[in-house]
């Protein structure tokens, strides 16, 4: 049985079909800036917000792309005018077919790019989380995040040269599409252009409507379409395949052999201390693309044994759960948990040490221990003060670590030119006197 045809397509049609359009069209000076920006000193800081802008929208229009396909198919469309002739009806709904695998291909090329975690302006390594407008992280493809570094490589060529041209595919199919709505709108006044802009005024029906295409000819204008893209993706993809890195090129590093775990802790023979949590912080510090960010540890234990007139006997010791740091910016919370950040997967915790502790005079004091993030253990001084009342402990210390030394964030921004190198830790911490 056919279905009644419409004489304009649904109001959910229609806004669809302009928020689509809009987004797509802003995309792609969009796109075209931010690939010359990111590489510029005065405008990366800018080109990085962009560039999370833009990922942000590209998943937007592949969530509407999804929904006007399944409302397309449950919801019937008006007929094209009876006076078309027979190719252009077939070239009318082929340009359909293929917009609707442009509005899909694009947002999937890209999102194949982004879980690569390489740079192809640099043809370096980047990884970067991708966040939608800030609010909530969107996982990479695994089967490309966890593929090796030639594979991630080589994929990451392929699908931006496919998410280039294919932009241009979308250029070219806007023109042709637009011509075509002036064609109908001003030369045949048929009132095809009023489908999509209920504003306009029916045009001409004399002719009637087309007749519907055979399921034949349906599949072949939907193929036509589907291939155009195709074709121009894997075409210009096959045709960015990156050459080979030489042996001095290679970035690479061997994975680092999981933790056997953190010795246990032998008492200090000093007072201990019960800490309040609750009332005590670490965080740190840093800058990201120039600005500046604060950051927290949401979860950490710590054990400490300390006395200003037993400082031989005083120790500390405070495991951190490095997943649980939140800077209240989803792209970096994202980026943390990652293998050449924290690598929670294999290091769910990061260790400090204090062994140590030296009176500097009045309530100032200096503890020497030791921090392990990953594998990587360096020696620290952690100046602090302390002061006592009624039992209760009041403690405050900053120190300055560097980064790279501490092998986090090597693979994409060994230089600093994302993320300083310098990043501060401030303690606060209350704490009660056992006994």
Same mark, same amino acid.
């Given at each position: 049985?056919t279905?009644?045809?419409?004489s304009?397509?649904?109001a959910?049609a229609i $806004?669809l079909?302009?928020?689509?359009?809009?987004?797509?069209?802003s995309m792609i000076?969009?796109? =075209?800036?931010?690939s010359?920006a990111?590489v510029e000193?005065?405008s990366q800081?800018l080109?990085?917000?962009?560039?999370?802008?833009?990922?942000?929208?590209?998943?937007l229009?592949?969530a509407?792309t999804?929904?006007?396909?399944?409302w397309?198919?449950?919801?019937?469309v008006p007929a094209?005018?009876?006076?078309?002739?027979? =190719?252009?009806?077939?070239?009318?709904r082929?340009?359909h077919?293929?917009f609707?695998?442009l509005?899909?291909a694009l947002?999937?090329t890209?999102?194949?790019?982004?879980s690569?975690g390489?740079a192809v302006?640099?043809?370096?390594?980047?990884?970067?989380?991708?966040?939608w407008?800030g609010l909530?992280?969107?996982?990479?493809?695994?089967?490309?995040?966890?593929a090796?570094e030639? @594979?991630?490589r080589t994929?990451?060529w392929m699908a931006?040269?496919?998410?280039s041209?294919l932009a241009?595919? @979308?250029?070219?199919?806007?023109v042709?599409? @637009?011509a075509?709505?002036l064609?109908?709108q001003?030369?045949?006044?048929?009132?095809?252009?009023?489908?999509?802009i209920?504003?306009?005024?029916?045009?001409?029906?004399?002719?009637g409507?087309?007749p519907?295409?055979?399921?034949?000819?349906?599949?072949a204008?939907?193929?036509?379409g589907?291939?155009?893209?195709?074709?121009?993706g894997?075409?210009?993809?096959?045709?960015?395949?990156?050459?080979?890195k030489?042996?001095?090129?290679?970035?690479?590093?061997?994975p680092?052999?999981?933790p $056997?775990?953190d010795a246990?802790v032998t008492?200090?023979?000093a007072?201990?201390w019960?800490v309040?949590?609750a009332a005590s912080?670490?965080?740190?510090?840093g800058?990201?693309?120039?600005?500046?960010?604060?950051?927290?540890?949401?979860q950490?234990d #710590?054990?400490?044994?300390?006395?200003?007139a037993?400082?031989?006997?005083?120790?500390?010791?405070?495991?951190?759960?490095?997943?649980?740091?939140?800077t209240?910016d989803?792209?970096?919370?994202?980026?943390l948990p990652? #293998?050449?950040?924290?690598?929670?997967a294999?290091?769910?915790t990061a260790?400090?040490?204090a062994t140590?502790?030296?009176?500097?005079?009045?309530?100032?004091?200096?503890?020497t221990?030791?921090?392990?993030?990953?594998?990587?253990?360096?020696?620290v001084?952690l100046p602090?003060?302390?002061?006592?009342a009624s039992?209760t402990?009041?403690?405050?210390?900053?120190?300055e670590l560097?980064r790279?030394?501490?092998?986090?964030?090597?693979?994409?921004?060994?230089?600093?030119d994302?993320?300083?190198k310098?990043i501060?830790?401030?303690i606060?911490?209350k704490?009660?006197?056992?006994?």
């Amino acid at each position: 049985m056919t279905r009644r045809r419409p004489s304009r397509y649904s109001a959910v049609a229609i $806004a669809l079909h302009w928020l689509i359009a809009i987004a797509i069209l802003s995309m792609i000076p969009m796109g =075209w800036w931010m690939s010359d920006a990111i590489v510029e000193p005065d405008s990366q800081a800018l080109a990085y917000r962009v560039f999370q802008l833009h990922k942000s929208i590209g998943f937007l229009i592949l969530a509407l792309t999804a929904l006007r396909i399944v409302w397309r198919l449950t919801h019937p469309v008006p007929a094209l005018p009876g006076a078309m002739k027979g =190719w252009e009806q077939f070239a009318a709904r082929a340009t359909h077919a293929a917009f609707y695998a442009l509005m899909l291909a694009l947002p999937l090329t890209g999102w194949a790019y982004v879980s690569t975690g390489w740079a192809v302006v640099t043809d370096t390594p980047l990884a970067v989380a991708t966040s939608w407008f800030g609010l909530f992280t969107i996982p990479h493809l695994p089967f490309i995040e966890h593929a090796s570094e030639a @594979v991630r490589r080589t994929t990451a060529w392929m699908a931006m040269g496919a998410h280039s041209k294919l932009a241009w595919g @979308v250029i070219v199919l806007v023109v042709l599409h @637009v011509a075509a709505a002036l064609k109908h709108q001003f030369l045949d006044r048929d009132g095809v252009l009023s489908h999509m802009i209920p504003v306009l005024p029916h045009g001409d029906d004399a002719h009637g409507v087309a007749p519907e295409p055979t399921p034949a000819v349906r599949w072949a204008e939907r193929l036509a379409g589907v291939a155009f893209v195709v074709v121009i993706g894997a075409a210009f993809g096959l045709a960015a395949r990156p050459a080979p890195k030489t042996e001095g090129q290679a970035v690479a590093s061997a994975p680092a052999a999981a933790p $056997a775990g953190d010795a246990a802790v032998t008492p200090g023979a000093a007072a201990a201390w019960t800490v309040d949590k609750a009332a005590s912080t670490i965080q740190f510090t840093g800058t990201h693309t120039g600005k500046a960010f604060t950051g927290r540890f949401e979860q950490w234990d #710590a054990q400490v044994w300390f006395d200003p007139a037993d400082l031989a006997g005083s120790k500390a010791v405070v495991t951190v759960q490095t997943g649980t740091a939140k800077t209240g910016d989803a792209t970096q919370e994202g980026s943390l948990p990652g #293998a050449e950040w924290f690598d929670t997967a294999t290091y769910p915790t990061a260790r400090f040490e204090a062994t140590a502790f030296k009176a500097l005079g009045g309530n100032r004091y200096e503890a020497t221990g030791t921090l392990r993030i990953k594998a990587t253990t360096v020696p620290v001084v952690l100046p602090f003060t302390f002061d006592e009342a009624s039992g209760t402990a009041t403690v405050a210390g900053k120190l300055e670590l560097d980064r790279t030394a501490l092998n986090m964030g090597m693979m994409s921004d060994a230089g600093g030119d994302w993320v300083s190198k310098a990043i501060g830790v401030e303690i606060k911490v209350k704490a009660a006197r056992q006994g």
